[in-house]
Protein backbone atom coordinates (compact mmCIF):
# COMPACT_ATOMS: atom_id res chain seq x y z
CA UNK A 1 0.00 0.00 0.00
CA UNK A 2 0.72 3.91 -0.62
CA UNK A 3 0.20 6.82 1.43
CA UNK A 4 0.63 10.28 -0.19
CA UNK A 5 0.21 13.22 1.76
CA UNK A 6 0.60 16.44 0.55
CA UNK A 7 1.02 19.72 2.28
CA UNK A 8 2.14 23.64 1.24
CA UNK A 9 -1.24 24.88 0.12
CA UNK A 10 -2.31 28.17 1.24
CA UNK A 11 -3.90 31.14 0.33
CA UNK A 12 -1.80 34.02 -2.01
CA UNK A 13 -2.37 36.36 -3.69
CA UNK A 14 -2.09 36.46 -7.67
CA UNK A 15 1.97 37.00 -8.73
CA UNK A 16 2.65 34.91 -5.79
CA UNK A 17 4.11 31.74 -5.26
CA UNK A 18 3.48 28.79 -3.40
CA UNK A 19 5.52 25.37 -2.77
CA UNK A 20 3.52 22.08 -2.16
CA UNK A 21 5.42 18.60 -1.56
CA UNK A 22 3.82 15.34 -1.71
CA UNK A 23 5.80 12.56 1.10
CA UNK A 24 5.51 8.96 -0.14
CA UNK A 25 5.64 5.77 2.04
CA UNK A 26 4.92 2.44 2.39
CA UNK A 27 6.39 1.16 -1.02
CA UNK A 28 9.46 1.74 -3.30
CA UNK A 29 8.75 4.71 -5.83
CA UNK A 30 11.98 3.59 -8.17
CA UNK A 31 9.28 2.89 -10.93
CA UNK A 32 6.81 5.32 -10.56
CA UNK A 33 5.47 8.45 -11.95
CA UNK A 34 4.34 10.90 -9.47
CA UNK A 35 1.98 13.68 -10.73
CA UNK A 36 0.27 16.59 -9.49
CA UNK A 37 -3.69 17.33 -10.90
CA UNK A 38 -5.84 19.31 -9.60
CA UNK A 39 -9.79 20.26 -9.25
CA UNK A 40 -11.78 23.72 -9.02
CA UNK A 41 -14.94 23.76 -8.01
CA UNK A 42 -17.73 22.60 -10.87
CA UNK A 43 -14.78 21.63 -13.14
CA UNK A 44 -13.44 18.56 -14.02
CA UNK A 45 -10.02 17.19 -12.71
CA UNK A 46 -7.20 18.80 -14.49
CA UNK A 47 -3.65 17.16 -15.41
CA UNK A 48 -0.83 19.37 -13.65
CA UNK A 49 2.26 18.10 -14.09
CA UNK A 50 4.21 14.68 -13.90
CA UNK A 51 7.79 12.90 -13.24
CA UNK A 52 9.45 10.28 -14.02
CA UNK A 53 10.62 9.12 -10.61
CA UNK A 54 14.25 7.31 -12.20
CA UNK A 55 14.74 9.36 -14.79
CA UNK A 56 13.38 13.03 -13.59
CA UNK A 57 11.88 13.13 -17.01
CA UNK A 58 8.91 15.90 -16.94
CA UNK A 59 5.30 16.73 -18.66
CA UNK A 60 3.57 19.52 -17.71
CA UNK A 61 0.21 20.68 -18.79
CA UNK A 62 -0.18 23.48 -21.02
CA UNK A 63 -1.78 25.58 -18.82
CA UNK A 64 1.21 26.06 -16.32
CA UNK A 65 4.05 25.75 -18.41
CA UNK A 66 6.72 28.30 -17.57
CA UNK A 67 5.30 28.53 -14.55
CA UNK A 68 5.25 25.87 -12.39
CA UNK A 69 8.33 23.33 -11.70
CA UNK A 70 8.08 19.54 -10.12
CA UNK A 71 11.07 18.39 -8.65
CA UNK A 72 11.92 15.47 -6.45
CA UNK A 73 13.93 14.48 -3.54
CA UNK A 74 14.30 10.58 -3.89
CA UNK A 75 16.17 10.35 -0.13
CA UNK A 76 12.94 11.79 1.17
CA UNK A 77 10.70 10.18 -1.28
CA UNK A 78 8.77 13.80 -1.68
CA UNK A 79 8.19 15.77 -4.63
CA UNK A 80 7.82 19.37 -5.09
CA UNK A 81 6.01 21.56 -7.32
CA UNK A 82 6.76 25.58 -7.10
CA UNK A 83 3.91 27.39 -7.99
CA UNK A 84 5.13 30.86 -9.22
CA UNK A 85 3.11 33.27 -10.95
CA UNK A 86 0.18 32.26 -9.95
CA UNK A 87 -3.31 33.75 -11.23
CA UNK A 88 -6.80 33.34 -9.89
CA UNK A 89 -8.01 30.73 -12.28
CA UNK A 90 -4.80 28.14 -10.45
CA UNK A 91 -7.23 28.28 -7.77
CA UNK A 92 -8.24 24.58 -7.09
CA UNK A 93 -7.40 21.87 -4.67
CA UNK A 94 -4.04 19.96 -5.65
CA UNK A 95 -3.73 16.13 -5.73
CA UNK A 96 0.00 14.23 -5.51
CA UNK A 97 -0.56 10.70 -7.71
CA UNK A 98 1.04 7.69 -8.30
CA UNK A 99 1.42 5.73 -11.32
CA UNK A 100 2.96 2.04 -11.78
CA UNK A 101 2.53 1.96 -15.46
CA UNK A 102 0.85 4.99 -17.09
CA UNK A 103 -1.69 6.67 -17.77
CA UNK A 104 -3.32 5.18 -14.47
CA UNK A 105 -2.60 6.69 -11.14
CA UNK A 106 -3.65 3.89 -9.10
CA UNK A 107 -2.62 6.48 -5.43
CA UNK A 108 -3.69 9.63 -4.43
CA UNK A 109 -2.98 12.11 -1.50
CA UNK A 110 -6.03 13.63 0.20
CA UNK A 111 -5.63 17.03 -1.65
CA UNK A 112 -4.23 20.66 -0.47
CA UNK A 113 -5.80 23.63 -1.27
CA UNK A 114 -4.59 26.40 -3.07
CA UNK A 115 -6.97 29.97 -3.49
CA UNK A 116 -5.10 32.70 -5.26
CA UNK A 117 -6.95 35.97 -4.77
CA UNK A 118 -6.95 38.76 -7.07
Known amino acids: QVQLVESGGGLVQAGGSLRLSCTASGRTFSSYTMGWFRQAPGKEREFVVAINWISGTTYYGDSVKGRFTISRDNAKNTVYLQLDSLKPEDTAVYYC???????????WGQGTQVTVSS
Open 97 to 107: AASTGLPTYEY
